[in-house]
C-alpha cells in the first residue's frame, strides 16, 4: 500500500508514520483518506505493537486543516459528512483511538488546528521538542475547533485553561502544552530521540495481552464520558455549521485563501490572521 502524505517505516513491532504534505503538511482530505487506509491495516495487523508519528518537515508537525477542503465541504455534497453528528475529522480520531496498538506522537515544530486535534483524540501519548508551538486558530477567524478540538481540549485541560486556548488563538509553547495536560512532555531537541527510543524499547517488551488489559480498565474508568463525548461532538458541529453562515468565518476563511496556505503565512499563523481580520470588511 503506497501513500502519497506520509512514509512507513517498519522496525519490528515498531511502526513509524513520518508526516510529508508539503509545503507545510496541510492536513488535508487526501491525508484524512490515508490515516483512514493506514488504520484499517493496522487494526487487522497484530505484527505492530507501537506507531510513532513524526514529521519530514522541521517546522511543521501538521499546519492545520487544508481550508480549501473545508471550502469543498461547503459547497460539494459529496465532500461533506453523511452524518450531521460527526465528521470526518472526528472520525478519524476516534477510530485511531480505538485501535489496539500504543500510538505516539512526536512533534517537532508548529501543531495547530486539524493536527491539534488529530494528537489530541488519536494518539495515547504526546511529546515535543521544547521549540514547538501549538494553537487553535479556529476562534479568530470565527468559528470552532470541530475536528473534535472543543471536546478534546476541555478533555485534556478542563474548562479554564480549554477556552483560553480556544479563544486566545495564539500560539502556546511546549512547556505550556506540558503544564496545560495538551502533550506528556517537552524535551530539548537533543534529548527526544532518546527518550523516545528509550520509551518505545520498553513498551514493545510488553505483551499485547498486558497493553490490552491495561486499556480495559481505562475503558470502564471512562465510560461514564462516552455520552457527553458525543455529545461535544455534535455540538461542534452545530458550531461549525452555525459558523459557516456567518460573513465572518466566510471573510477569515477567504482572506487566509487569498493570502495563500504559504510557508511564509503559516509560520506566525496568529500573526497571519491578525492582518486578514484588520483587513476584513
Known amino acids: 500500500m503506497n501513500f502519497t502524505t506520509f512514509s512507513l517505516q517498519q522496525d519490528g513491532a515498531l511502526l513509524r508514520v513520518t508526516l510529508k504534505n508539503p509545503p507545510v503538511n496541510l492536513m488535508s482530505g487526501k491525508m484524512v483518506e490515508e490515516l483512514f487506509q493506514l488504520g484499517g491495516r493496522l487494526h487487522a495487523d497484530p505484527g505492530v505493537q507501537v506507531v510513532l508519528f513524526d514529521s519530514a518537515d522541521p517546522d511543521f508537525f501538521i499546519a492545520h486543516f487544508d481550508l480549501d477542503d473545508i471550502v469543498a465541504s461547503a459547497t460539494d455534497p459529496s465532500k461533506a459528512s453523511k452524518y450531521p453528528d460527526i465528521n470526518v475529522l472526528q472520525s478519524l480520531a476516534l477510530s485511531w483511538k480505538a485501535l489496539p496498538q500504543v500510538k505516539i506522537a512526536k512533534v517537532n515544530g508548529r501543531c495547530r488546528g486539524g493536527g491539534l486535534e488529530f494528537i489530541l483524540g488519536a494518539m495515547d501519548m504526546r511529546f515535543a521538542t521544547r521549540e514547538s508551538l501549538f494553537c487553535f486558530p479556529e476562534s479568530s477567524a470565527g468559528f470552532l475547533a470541530s475536528g473534535g478540538g472543543v471536546t478534546f481540549t476541555a478533555l485534556a485541560a478542563g474548562p479554564a485553561r480549554g477556552l483560553e486556548i480556544l479563544l486566545s488563538a495564539r500560539d502556546f509553547s511546549a512547556e505550556e502544552a506540558e503544564r496545560y495536560g495538551l502533550i506528556n512532555r517537552a524535551l530539548p531537541a537533543g534529548d527526544i530521540d532518546a527518550y523516545l527510543n528509550d520509551l518505545t524499547d520498553r513498551l514493545l517488551k510488553r505483551s499485547v495481552a498486558v497493553v490490552a488489559a ?38 477569515a476563511i477567504a482572506g487566509h485563501l487569498k493570502l495563500g496556505q504559504t510557508r511564509e503565512n503559516e509560520l506566525d499563523l496568529p500573526a497571519t490572521m491578525a492582518r486578514i481580520r484588520s483587513t476584513a470588511p
Open 214 to 251: 491495561h486499556r480495559a480498565v481505562f475503558a470502564r474508568v471512562y465510560s461514564g464520558i462516552v455520552e457527553p463525548l458525543f455529545a461535544g461532538l455534535a455540538a461542534e458541529n452545530d458550531g461549525l455549521r452555525a459558523g459557516m453562515a456567518t460573513p465572518e468565518m466566510q471573510n
